[in-house]
């Protein structure tokens, strides 16, 4: 199989799509091809990852690269996270819910059913409505904490510098 055709049936794949073999065959034994190939999956993947212009380039003595990354930016074409990871923590609606919660148990003695209750069935009442909203709001926390993990490693420095 000449380069051309191989190459041409190679770049007619879809992604992901099986590569038949002849083609497989052909780039197995050419190194140009294969070198070109190979090209071509490193720019995909320098193209898939997002542009972040980074602090230091910006800042960089070179006004040339500060001054190409100020246009990047400003013509929007740059990726810049939006917001900071904690403020992407949204805690409103956690402390709405535990608020809820907590005012739910609060109230629930003093409400008809709670007063019946505790007429009807005394301290056997009390006790395991107490137990039930520490337990209620122990696992609540939990899962406030472990969902919101990375907010508070980054908050309270757990984290290990690995770079
Ligand atoms: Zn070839």
Redesign the pocket.
Known sequence: MI?EK??NGYLALDKFERVPLEITV?LLL?P??RTAVRKLTRAEKALLKPFIPSMNASRSIDPVVAAAIARIEDSGLAYIPSCSPEQGVSFQRWLICGAIMIAGFVFLPFSSMGQWSKAVFGTAYSIPLFLLCGVAVTIYCMFFIATNIDFFVKKFGLQHDVR
């Open positions: 380069c191989a190459f052909h050419c140009t091809c």
